[in-house]
C-alpha cells in the first residue's frame, strides 16, 4: 500500500524551479492513480504548487485524469537599482565638447532586468533642461560649460529609481585661429581649427548647410550662411558655436552666390552683402539695412572685401548669367564712384580681397582661359595687384589645379587658400603661402572657404 504521504507530498524546504515542481506533481498522480485502482475509491488531494496557492485534484477510478496548472509570471514589485560609475567621471574637467555619456545598471541587474534610462542634462546657469532622445548622438556642449546630468531607471513593471545628479566640466575654449566648411556624408558644417588640427570644434550641426565661417575683426563673433530657411541668410554665433542667430530677412543670394559673398566691416560692426544685382549693408545684430548700389543691368554682385584704409574702399565683383563672366570693381564705401580694376578677362575671375594695409588686391584668374557655363576651371592662380599698378603678378607655382577663394592672414604676410583637382573629384584642400606664393603648406583636407585671424 502506497502511504497516504502521497495524497499530500511534502513541499521542500527551498523554493523548487516550476518545472522541477511540475515533475513531482505528475511523479505524485501516477502513484495515486496505481493505488486507486487496486482498492476502488474516490479521494481528493490538495496540490500545492508553490507557498503561494493552492489547488484540488479529483482522481475517479478506472478513469484518466489530466492534471494541468498554469503558472502566471508576476513582475516584480522591486525597485530598480541607481546606475552606476558614469563616464565622464563625476567632477571630471577638461572634457571635449563631443561627450559620450555612458553608465553602468546597478551592481545586482541582469539582462533580464530590461531596464530602460530616462537622461536629462542640464547646463550649469540655466534653467531649461534637455531630455536626450533614445540613441541620440549628437548633444551638443559648449566649451568652457559645466554640466548637471541625472538618469532614471525604470523596470518593465514601470516602477523607477532615480540615480544621482553627477557633473561634469567641457575644457576651455581652444584658441583657434582657422575657420573653414567640411562637408561629412553629403552635409556642410563650420569648423574651427588650429593649425595642426588637434583642437577641431565643429561649430554647427544642422542638417542644412552651414557655410563660409568668417571671423569678426576682433574675433568675438563669427559670421556664416546657412540656407536653413529654404534661401542663403547670414547668421552669427560665438565662437564655441553657441548663440546662432540669424541677421538677415533679405536672402544673400545671386549669380553663382550660394551665401558666400559677404564680408565684415574692418570695424566688426556691420557686414557687407549681396542680393542679386543689389549691394547691402547691415549692422551685426540684423538692424539697419541699407542699400549701397545696384549692379549694372544684366550683372550681379558677388564677392566683396572692405578696407578702412585710404579713406575706407569696397573692392566688388559683378557677375553675369555665366560664371566666367566676371569683373572686379573698387568703389567707395557708400558704393559711389566705382572704377574698374579687373576687365573680364578670358576664364574665370573670382575672390577679390585686400591687404592688411589695402595698398594691395588679391584674386584669381583662370590662365587656362577657359570658359565654362558650369563654372569649371582648368588652371585657377592666385594674382596680387598693387592698386598704384596696372600688372597683376601671378604668385601660384604649379599648373593644372585649382587655387581658389585666397585671403590674407590678419598678420598680413601670409595667403589662405584652397587647392583643389580642376576635376572636383578629390576633396578640396586648405593652404597657406608666403605673399610670393612660396612656401606652399597644406593644413586642412576636405576643407573650403577658409579664414584666418
Avoid at 366 to 376: E, L, S, T
Avoid at 380 to 395: K, N, R
Avoid at 424 to 444: S, Y
Wanted: glycine fraction near 8%; proline fraction near 6%.
Amino acid at each position: 500500500m502506497v502511504s497516504n504521504r502521497c495524497l499530500r507530498p511534502a513541499l521542500p524546504t527551498k523554493l523548487v524551479p516550476a518545472w522541477v515542481w511540475l515533475t513531482m506533481v505528475c511523479v505524485w498522480a501516477s502513484a495515486t492513480t496505481a493505488w486507486a485502482q487496486a482498492k476502488p475509491r474516490r479521494r481528493v488531494a490538495p496540490l500545492r504548487s508553490a507557498p503561494a496557492a493552492t489547488g484540488n485534484a479529483t482522481i475517479t477510478d478506472g478513469q484518466s485524469q489530466s492534471v494541468v496548472l498554469l503558472l502566471n509570471k508576476t513582475t516584480s514589485a522591486t525597485l530598480p537599482g541607481a546606475p552606476t560609475r558614469p563616464t565622464p567621471a563625476v567632477g571630471a574637467t577638461g572634457w571635449p565638447t563631443i561627450v559620450q555619456l555612458s553608465w553602468r545598471a546597478a551592481p545586482r541587474a541582469t539582462a533580464a532586468d530590461s531596464l530602460r534610462y530616462d537622461v536629462v542634462l542640464f547646463e550649469s546657469n540655466n534653467l531649461n533642461q534637455r531630455q536626450l532622445l533614445t540613441n541620440s548622438k549628437d548633444t551638443a556642449v559648449a566649451a568652457t560649460g559645466s554640466y548637471y546630468w541625472q538618469l532614471t531607471a525604470r523596470n518593465p513593471a514601470g516602477a523607477t529609481t532615480r540615480g544621482p545628479i553627477w557633473n561634469f566640466q567641457t575644457a576651455l575654449l581652444p584658441d583657434n585661429r582657422y575657420l573653414y566648411a567640411r562637408t561629412v556624408s553629403g552635409n556642410t558644417d563650420s569648423y574651427s581649427s588650429d593649425a595642426a588640427g588637434t583642437n577641431l570644434l565643429r561649430l554647427t550641426s544642422a542638417a542644412t548647410v552651414e557655410t563660409a565661417p568668417q571671423f569678426s575683426p576682433n574675433r568675438d563673433l563669427i559670421a556664416y550662411a546657412s540656407n536653413a530657411s529654404g534661401q542663403y541668410q547670414l547668421y552669427t554665433m560665438n565662437r564655441d558655436g553657441s548663440g546662432q542667430r540669424r541677421i538677415t530677412t533679405l536672402a544673400a543670394e545671386g549669380h553663382n552666390n550660394a551665401g558666400v559673398g559677404y564680408r565684415w566691416s574692418p570695424d566688426g560692426a556691420q557686414l557687407l552683402y549681396a542680393y542679386y544685382d543689389q549691394l547691402y549693408r547691415i549692422n551685426r545684430d540684423g538692424t539697419g539695412l541699407a542699400l549701397l548700389a545696384t549692379a549694372p543691368a544684366g550683372r550681379h554682385f558677388r564677392e566683396r572685401d572692405w578696407t578702412q584704409q585710404g579713406n575706407g574702399r569696397l573692392v566688388v565683383q559683378t557677375m553675369g548669367v555665366n560664371p566666367y563672366d566676371s569683373k572686379i570693381y573698387l568703389c567707395n564705401v557708400d558704393g559711389t564712384n566705382p572704377s574698374l580694376l579687373v576687365s573680364n578677362l578670358p576664364g574665370r575671375v573670382d575672390s577679390p580681397s585686400f591687404s592688411v594695409d589695402g595698398s594691395t588686391v588679391l584674386y584669381t584668374h583662370d590662365v587656362a582661359g577657359f570658359n565654362d557655363a558650369a563654372g569649371r576651371q582648368l588652371d585657377a592662380h592666385l594674382f596680387s595687384q598693387l592698386l598704384t599698378s596696372t600688372t597683376p603678378v601671378d604668385i601660384t607655382v604649379g599648373a593644372s589645379t585649382n587655387d581658389l577663394t585666397p585671403r590674407y592672414s590678419s598678420t598680413g604676410f601670409q595667403l589662405i587658400f584652397v587647392n583643389r583637382d580642376n576635376d572636383d573629384l578629390a576633396a578640396p584642400e586648405v593652404w597657406t603661402c608666403g605673399l610670393d606664393g612660396r612656401n606652399r603648406t597644406r593644413i586642412f583636407s576636405n576643407a573650403f572657404w577658409p579664414d584666418y585671424k
